[in-house]
């Protein structure tokens, strides 16, 4: 990963311009599926892994984006850009321009920007998110606007749901503008209110990535469960004109009518109502330090997931299996939209060395794939990085 004072080397010598510096983590979901875009509950934080982008504003209505790691150069003019996807990694800082446009705000100057990242691609801890959110804190940076940290991340949501086109709900956004070292975001996705639950120092997140890329966008499934429990949703709303989402919405309510969905939505539908209760009972044992609750709770969670929500995959199954028989592990489940990625795994920290170990060996064992395992701190949202 570039240092912040390389990157803005590289900036000054491709653009010859000063530029002004931001970072924005990725994530990792410690519990709450698929909730966030029905009003429910989510726990993530902000990881390590981050995008660091070096911005110069143009007066010549360009966009001249530089990607280290694909290393490719982006050269169009701000209108270009804006008039659909290019099915690259460049929608995703020009989907932030076209939602900033949409907002009111000129970014017809154009911009120069290099881009840096060291989010893993396609494997469940927001790397788009990270560098959408990275962009729209350079861009807003760039033209001295101000806006809330909950606008921002609004935005950022617009951007991927209207022009990347990956129907996501707001988790990953939010907690990457609003995580904070070392706790864990709970978030109530209806109101955009959040508390903060510090991680125990004796405990340590694990993530390990299953090497099975997962896509958000164009039938990566993602998209497909929402239509189905949104099917459901509205079975449930025409009994019910209350429930707006399906965080109002209760088993006994699914009990009822269930009969009428297809069997698909029914069991979507189960998944985000008990994750919900899920998530609310895993924050309260994690403010009484009841990892040994926790954990169960998340492994309940990984069930349904995999079970009612069918969005996990054999591998992920197998290092779910593994991490449940290692000494130290809480609770283990897949992280993210699903169909792959990484799972987290809370681990006694006396314990973490031994764990990182066996599952390495075993994964390889029972799949043939090196598996890449990270041990994370929780970390600070986005921000802008001074030299
Ligand atoms: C992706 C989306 C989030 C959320 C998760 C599943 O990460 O970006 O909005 O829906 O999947 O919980």
Same mark, same amino acid.
């Given at each position: 990963? /570039?240092?912040?004072?390389?990157?803005?080397?590289?900036?000054?010598?491709?653009?010859?311009?000063?530029?002004?510096?931001?970072?924005?983590?990725?994530?990792?979901?410690? *519990?709450?599926?698929?909730?966030? /875009?029905?009003?429910?509950?989510?726990?993530?934080?902000?990881?390590?892994?981050?995008?660091?982008?070096?911005?110069?504003?143009?007066?010549?209505?360009?966009?001249?984006?530089?990607?280290?790691?694909?290393?490719?150069?982006?050269?169009?003019?701000?209108?270009? @850009?804006?008039?659909?996807?290019?099915?690259?990694?460049?929608?995703?800082?020009?989907?932030?321009?076209?939602?900033?446009?949409?907002?009111?705000?000129?970014?017809?100057?154009?911009?120069?920007?290099? *881009?840096?990242?060291?989010?893993?691609?396609? %494997?469940?801890?927001?790397?788009?998110?990270?560098? =959408?959110?990275?962009?729209?804190?350079?861009?807003?940076?760039?033209? $001295?606007?101000?806006?809330? @940290?909950?606008?921002? %991340? @609004?935005?950022?949501?617009?951007?991927?749901?209207?022009?990347? $086109?990956?129907?996501?709900?707001?988790?990953?956004?939010?907690?990457?503008?609003?995580?904070?070292?070392?706790?864990?975001?709970?978030?109530?996705?209806?109101?955009?209110?959040?508390?903060?639950?510090?991680?125990?120092?004796?405990?340590? *997140?694990?993530?390990?990535?299953?090497?099975?890329?997962?896509?958000?966008?164009?039938? #990566?499934?993602?998209?497909?469960?929402?239509?189905?429990?949104?099917?459901?949703?509205? *079975?449930?709303?025409?009994?019910?004109?209350?429930?707006?989402?399906?965080?109002?919405?209760?088993?006994?309510?699914?009990?009822?009518?269930?009969? =009428?969905?297809?069997?698909?939505?029914?069991?979507?539908?189960?998944?985000?109502?008990?994750?919900?209760?899920?998530?609310?009972?895993?924050?309260?044992?994690?403010?009484?330090?009841?990892?040994?609750?926790?954990? =169960?709770?998340?492994?309940?969670?990984?069930?349904?997931?995999?079970?009612?929500?069918?969005?996990?995959?054999?591998?992920?199954?197998?290092?779910?299996?593994?991490?449940?028989?290692?000494? $130290?592990?809480?609770?283990?489940?897949?992280?993210?939209?699903?169909?792959?990625?990484?799972?987290?795994?809370?681990?006694?920290?006396?314990? %973490?060395? %031994?764990?990182?170990?066996?599952?390495?060996?075993?994964?390889?064992?029972?799949? #043939?794939?090196?598996?890449?395992? /990270?041990?994370?701190?929780?970390?600070?949202?986005?921000?802008?990085?001074?030299?």
């Amino acid at each position: 990963m /570039y240092t912040p004072a390389e990157l803005a080397a590289l900036h000054q010598q491709s653009f010859q311009a000063e530029p002004t510096l931001y970072r924005a983590p990725g994530r990792v979901n410690l *519990i709450g599926e698929h909730t966030d /875009y029905s009003g429910g509950f989510v726990m993530p934080a902000a990881i390590d892994f981050s995008t660091l982008i070096a911005i110069s504003p143009r007066t010549d209505g360009r966009f001249l984006a530089h990607s280290i790691n694909f290393n490719e150069h982006v050269d169009k003019p701000v209108n270009e @850009l804006l008039s659909g996807r290019a099915k690259s990694w460049s929608d995703y800082p020009a989907g932030v321009l076209w939602a900033l446009k949409e907002k009111g705000i000129n970014v017809g100057c154009g911009f120069s920007m290099t *881009i840096v990242g060291n989010v893993p691609l396609g %494997a469940g801890l927001s790397s788009s998110a990270s560098v =959408e959110v990275a962009t729209a804190f350079a861009v807003l940076g760039a033209l $001295g606007v101000q806006m809330p @940290l909950a606008e921002i %991340a @609004l935005l950022c949501q617009r951007a991927e749901n209207g022009f990347v $086109g990956a129907n996501v709900g707001i988790m990953d956004q939010f907690v990457i503008c609003c995580g904070q070292q070392d706790h864990a975001v709970m978030i109530d996705t209806r109101f955009l209110t959040y508390t903060l639950a510090p991680i125990p120092s004796d405990v340590r *997140i694990v993530i390990c990535n299953s090497m099975v890329k997962h896509a958000l966008a164009d039938g #990566g499934g993602y998209n497909t469960r929402r239509a189905q429990m949104e099917a459901g949703l509205h *079975i449930l709303q025409q009994h019910r004109s209350e429930i707006k989402a399906l965080r109002d919405a209760t088993l006994a309510d699914l009990d009822r009518w269930g009969s =009428e969905m297809k069997p698909e939505s029914l069991r979507r539908c189960r998944h985000v109502i008990t994750e919900d209760e899920r998530v609310l009972e895993a924050v309260k044992a994690f403010q009484k330090n009841d990892l040994t609750r926790f954990g =169960e709770l998340m492994y309940e969670a990984q069930l349904s997931f995999r079970d009612d929500f069918e969005a996990s995959c054999p591998e992920i199954d197998i290092l779910i299996d593994l991490a449940n028989q290692q000494p $130290g592990c809480y609770g283990a489940r897949l992280t993210g939209g699903g169909f792959g990625g990484c799972t987290v795994n809370l681990v006694a920290a006396e314990h %973490a060395a %031994a764990f990182v170990e066996a599952m390495r060996t075993g994964y390889f064992a029972g799949t #043939g794939i090196a598996a890449e395992i /990270y041990t994370s701190r929780a970390s600070a949202g986005a921000h802008a990085v001074s030299l």
